[in-house]
């Protein structure tokens, strides 16, 4: 689980680079844990592993810019 974890945070990060958005799905986990009707209807073979899922798609909001903030203030003592 560690690695998946890293994995997907990873995906998370790399996303908007290429403008897509990302969105982790633990309800749909828990959905498919309980209802097996749910993993058949996402097109999941019986024997295939899941383990987590992560929605992964284009925003319909495009963000151009960071908001603005103040300048840092540092000290060098």
């Known amino acids: 689980m560690v690695d998946l974890t890293l994995a997907l945070s990873y995906l998370e ?3 908007p680079t290429v403008w897509l958005g990302t969105c ?3 309800l749909l986990k828990a ?3 309980s209802q097996p ?3 058949e209807a996402v097109g999941l073979p019986e024997n295939h592993p ?3 899922p992560m929605m992964l798609g284009y925003s319909k909001l495009k963000y151009y810019r960071l908001p ?3 300048p840092p203030k540092i000290v060098w003592g």
């Open 37 to 39: 009707q749910i993993k």
């Open 68 to 70: 603005e903030r103040k």
């Open 31 to 33: 959905a498919i844990l």
């Open 13 to 15: 990060l790399a996303a």
């Open 50 to 52: 899941h383990h987590y």
């Open 24 to 26: 982790w799905a633990g």
